[in-house]
């Protein structure tokens, strides 16, 4: 999908990374920490941690890696601690639907693992979904909801979207550049590059999409290997580290739910962001609710005790 990347951008100034830096530049910046890992160090341990893609070490990564280390040091450490809330989510749907492990970097790229990114031009949640692809993929969207900020029903829309993308053009680093280009933007430079390798015809995609596979490149590196750069995850509550999802038919406020369960109501609108007006709304197909894992048993006894009504279904652990 076509559209620029304006929340990561805004957070941690990856707008430096559109911009082409030299490799003269680049080692300058890194000759001036001796402790610093080489090229090749950088090279080795990204490739153990690349999985379906193909990832390439270039000059300019290491300025882009300084991006996430040193210059936006501050912001990836918070999403080193949005990983514990949102990766489990989504490498559980990886597993259930038999898809690489790898494709929760892109997350990282798009949002910042944040689920309230909006971009410029309307791409919202983890995985910055526009309006026309997220309904393509069963997501609502109203005055009520917006199910893109859902962690559990966006990821299952965008691994819809990315298998779709990998079936299409049959290599997921492809799929992924397409993720931000659209599938019309690889096919048309696969014809033009005469190719199916994205580094054999990388110079017939938009600069935007070139820079993208070496952000996600950056981003495999960093999220595996932010250890060895003296960085640590922002302290995350421990209520939103272990959760579980149930699906609910009634309407229901966020403030019945705290009185009820005595969740704060913070808790409760980050783990829910999706509802607009802090209220899950009727729904006969179900909405989700998703809640700290050890309030989940006392949620239940409450819907169906007090909640639910002879029209509607009661909820199970």
Known sequence: MIRLLSTLTNTIGLLLLSQTISANSSNLLFTTNPTAPTSLEIKNKMLKKAGVFDLRFTEEMRYEIENYTIRGKKTTQK??????????????????????????????????LDPNARSSVGAVGLWQLMPATAR????????????????????????????????????????????????????????????????????????????????????????????????????????????????????????????????????????????????IPDSTAGNYLILPKMKMGSFINYYNNFVVTASSSVIRG
């Open 79 to 112: 999403i080193i601690g949005r990983a514990r809330i949102y990766f489990p989510i989504i490498e559980n749907y990886l597993q259930a639907y038999n898809l690489p492990n790898e494709l929760k970097y892109i997350t990282v790229i798009e949002s910042a």
């Open 136 to 279: 393509r993929y069963g997501l609502i969207i109203n005055s009520q909801v917006d199910e893109r900020r859902d962690p559990h029903k966006s990821t299952q829309a965008a691994l819809k979207y990315l298998t779709f993308l990998h079936e299409l053009l049959g290599d997921w680093t492809l799929a992924a550049a397409a993720y931000n280009c659209g599938g019309g933007g690889v096919q048309k430079a696969m014809r033009l590059g005469k190719g199916n390798d994205f580094w054999a015809i990388k110079a017939h995609f938009p600069s935007q999409t070139q820079h993208y596979i070496n952000r996600l490149a950056c981003a495999v590196y960093v999220m595996n290997y932010y250890k060895d750069y003296g960085l640590q995850a922002t302290d995350t509550h421990y209520l939103m580290q272990f959760t579980k999802v149930a699906t609910i038919y009634n309407e229901l406020s966020f403030q019945q739910i705290s009185q009820a369960l005595d969740i704060p109501m913070p808790i409760i609108k980050k783990l829910n962001p999706s509802y607009k007006k802090q209220i």
